[in-house]
């Protein structure tokens, strides 16, 4: 309902237009004058039921998600209100609720709770759902469950609050279970335990839900898609995230910028760089995390020039890059062989870009200079980091020295390796190797002996295979 243009508003408004106005869904600026008015013309000071307290609070809670400072205005005039006094009620104490837990004022939100038991509210269906969403959202499942057990009758809003409740603090199992013994269930409900398997890194499972959830005749929301493609990203199930894609590209015109990323994700991560080249050509809308995708994928299958390309237009659009973002330049670069860009890159994070440097992304370098034969550059940016080094920054640099015959400097890598992890197998078989290189036949001897009696039997290799099954994918050994 378009607001009213061509009847200008009475000043003083009178309460029948003021309200009729309201009806209509105003945008935000037009939204603040009209509550405006309603204040100067004294409809927010007496405690007429029909005062507009109530639409304002629901024509602030309509703009919630998109502007950010309708929260406040709405817990503002909520409070107002309570000085008139107008009594909360069940429509209107759900929606000061819900704006306190998105806005993360946690403290506000108890004591709604509060008032909710003082003004006997919390058996309303609308309310209890909302202290549910409460508790929920801040990862207190057992607070939620305790609302949840003292209603009446839940029902699927309730139902969905808990599960995002156990989900978010990470008890699957509960959310399951509450899942199969829903009475009824919505595309939230599914949505819920696909993505928080996907979260839990039950990968598998969350692909069989969703082919469950499709044969139960049930349309998968955006939260379930995200969820399905990323895990299709990760077990590398290229044909099963392509039925998905099939069916976001019949059914919504216009996905959104999550599925857009999942989708450039899923072929990237599958090797598919061109198709995720016009997937992310075509999306209508992109975010740091679709360029990453993206970015990342091109770096680690070999075109490193072309990740390159994109990082500059990411930079030319305006795009704020973040650690993931130069962790996959820096991998293209790698591979590439593209030292002096790397280090440039390298230099400009924190000075220009102001993104804090990560053991991952001085792993990244050393395994580049490692890799140039910078064995020595390599190794004064690691006494330089303000961490110590892990596996990923000495292996880097023990991988180098391997290349280049460094016997030196790879027994000081081996030495911090083996630290970190006496068990490693990997890097006795490294250094026997470069000391056979080296013709040093005492120590290709020393290191086997260290390895057999600090190792002893050795474990064997395995592969995994990925089966099409009916009832969706099975990883088998």
């Not at 309201?22 to 509550?35: E, G, S, T, V």
């Not at 909302?130 to 499942?141: D, E, F, K």
């Not at 499709?214 to 039925?243: M, N, W």
């Not at 880097?396 to 083996?418: F, K, S, T």
Request: charged fraction near 20%; glycine fraction near 8%.
């Amino acid at each position: 309902m378009a607001p009213p243009r061509n009847q200008p508003l009475s000043l003083p408004p009178s309460p029948h237009s003021l309200r009729r106005l309201l009806h209509a869904r105003l945008p935000p600026l037009l939204l603040l004058a009209a509550h405006a008015l309603a204040a100067v013309a004294g409809h927010l000071s007496g405690p007429d039921p029909r005062h507009p307290h109530t639409l304002l609070l629901l024509a602030y809670s309509r703009h919630a998600s998109s502007w950010p400072r309708a929260r406040l205005h709405l817990l503002l005039l909520f409070r107002s209100s309570l000085r008139v006094p107008v009594c909360p009620t069940r429509h209107t104490l759900p929606l000061a609720v819900s704006a306190a837990a998105s806005a993360h004022h946690f403290r506000l939100a108890l004591s709604l709770h509060a008032l909710a038991v003082i003004r006997n509210l919390v058996p309303f269906a609308h309310v209890s759902n909302a202290l549910v969403s409460l508790y929920a959202r801040n990862a207190l499942p057992d607070a939620a469950r305790r609302v949840f057990d003292g209603m009446p009758a839940p029902d699927v809003v309730s139902y969905n609050a808990l599960m995002d409740g156990y989900v978010k603090a990470g008890r699957l199992g509960l959310a399951m279970r509450e899942f199969e013994g829903m009475p009824e269930r919505d595309a939230m409900s599914w949505g819920t335990v696909v993505a928080g398997c996907a979260k839990a890194g039950r990968l598998e499972e969350a692909v069989r839900l969703f082919d469950r959830m499709r044969k139960e005749g049930f349309r998968p929301d955006d939260v379930a898609l995200a969820a399905v493609l990323s895990c299709c990203a990760q077990l590398g199930a290229l044909e099963k995230g392509r039925e998905v894609h099939d069916y976001v590209r019949q059914n919504i015109p216009r996905p959104n910028v999550f599925l857009c990323t999942g989708i450039v994700d899923l072929y990237a991560k599958c090797g598919c760089v061109e198709v995720a080249r016009e997937v992310f050509e075509a999306c209508p809308e992109k975010n740091v995390f679709t360029w990453n995708a993206l970015i990342v994928g091109l770096a680690m299958h070999g075109h490193g020039r072309v990740a390159l390309e994109y990082f500059d237009r990411m930079l030319v659009e305006g795009f704020r890059p973040d650690g993931t973002t130069f962790l996959g330049v820096l991998i293209g670069c790698s591979h590439a062989g593209l030292v002096d860009t790397s280090r440039r890159i390298f230099c400009e994070m924190e000075g220009k870009h102001g993104v804090h440097r990560e053991l991952k992304h001085y792993g990244c370098m050393a395994d580049l200079l490692g890799r140039a034969g910078f064995i020595e550059e390599a190794m004064e940016m690691v006494k330089k980091m303000p961490m110590e080094g892990d596996s990923y920054v000495w292996g880097g640099i023990l991988a180098g020295c391997r290349m280049h015959g460094n016997v030196d400097y790879a027994e000081v890598a081996a030495q911090h390796l083996l630290e970190l992890n006496p068990e490693d197998g990997g890097v006795y078989s490294v250094m026997a190797g470069i000391y056979a290189d080296a013709s040093r036949w005492e120590d290709v001897a020393r290191i086997r002996k260290l390895m057999d009696e600090r190792i002893g039997k050795r474990n064997a290799g395995c592969s995994l295979i990925t089966m099409e099954c009916k009832d969706g994918i099975k990883i088998m050994s």
